[in-house]
């Protein structure tokens, strides 16, 4: 069994480490500057403290600090919010899916998104994002648009059925991913990258109740990638890589019964390699913090998993909250 409450403290210590002057404003890294807030680092930060269930109460000044500063990164003119080191579209996903944490929305309508309420142009913008060479970037523009126009109310729900419809038509029937064939052209990103920009896609499939199509070529993908040693976990170090394989593992598993034990031991193995990762940057150092909020909140979300599939091997005083349960993105 693991002791998570010394890493819990370092992220509570983390947090408060990384805010700024600005009230609610937190930077992303230590290194970034304390005068300037970052949306990044504020959306991070409420991420974490709904994940440790210990964001500030609605009608506290510490709540409309944290709203405030969310909606300070939206353009008035375009709608969107931008954040260094992500497109714009996933930087507005971000922002807004941390205010629906909040229980708000954005100030300004996404003006610049609105051409995209057609569906054809909406099956002209997925149809045109980089399947084959860039899919995991990709997939930031592409679930990203789903989580910011529903999460903001800018779409109704034949939009929605819409944006399903494409999912359902471009599933692909040999991997179970996201764009059909674009995993088997030449010259195609690695595969891991097709599972992980997948996962962006299933987690909006997730939110409405949708049922993946071919869960069981899932669960095949997923296993042929273990067994190649091609999911590229990292040792002692924070990421997001967990998160997105045991969301899609356990996902998967949901659906369907399909070489259940390889998947259940696939899922105790990612299960157990987190564990070791969290021993291992846990610390009861005072000073001790990490530098990284955005790294940080993969690895805390992805704890929140762990704790749900094998809770009798995680010793804590608190049920982790699991994000992706309540809205889409992350």
Request: glycine share 6%; hydrophobic share 40%; charged share 20%.
């Amino acid at each position: 069994m693991t002791d998570i409450r010394p890493f819990l403290a370092t992220i509570r210590r983390s947090i408060a480490a990384h805010r700024t002057g600005a009230a609610g404003g937190h930077r992303r890294k230590l290194s970034d500057s304390v005068h300037a807030a970052d949306l990044y680092g504020t959306a991070n930060a409420v991420i974490l403290l709904y994940t440790l269930n210990e964001l500030p109460m609605t009608g506290t000044d510490e709540h409309r600090d944290f709203v405030t500063a969310l909606q300070q990164f939206q353009d008035p003119h375009t709608g969107l919010f931008n954040g260094i080191g992500h497109h714009p579209l996933h930087g507005t996903a971000f922002a807004i899916s941390a205010l629906e944490l909040l229980d708000s929305k954005p100030l300004y309508p996404l003006t610049d998104l609105q051409k995209l309420k057609d569906p054809a142009a909406l099956y002209d913008f997925l149809d045109n994002l980089s399947w084959v060479n860039q899919p995991w970037a990709e997939s930031h523009k592409g679930a990203g648009l789903y989580a910011a126009m529903v999460l903001a109310g800018e779409v109704d729900a034949s939009w929605e059925e819409a944006y399903f419809n494409w999912l359902y038509a471009e599933t692909d029937p040999i991997t179970g991913l996201w764009q059909k064939g674009a995993m088997h052209m030449a010259g195609s990103a690695p595969l891991f990258h097709h599972l992980a920009s997948s996962f962006h896609y299933l987690f909006n499939l997730n939110y409405r109740n949708r049922k993946m199509r071919f869960p069981d070529a899932w669960i095949d993908t997923c296993l042929q990638l273990h067994a190649a040693g091609e999911i590229p976990l990292k040792a002692d170090a924070l990421s997001f890589v967990e998160l997105d394989v045991l969301y899609t593992l356990i996902a998967a598993g949901e659906q369907t019964d399909y070489r259940s034990e390889e998947l259940r031991a696939m899922i105790d193995g990612i299960c157990h390699h987190l564990l070791k990762n969290i021993e291992s940057l846990s610390t009861e150092s005072e000073g001790e913090v990490f530098d990284d909020l955005h790294e940080l909140c993969g690895t805390t979300c992805a704890l929140a998993l762990v704790q749900s599939a094998m809770p009798e091997q995680v010793d804590s005083d608190r049920v982790l909250l699991k994000v992706l349960d309540r809205r889409p993105f992350i």
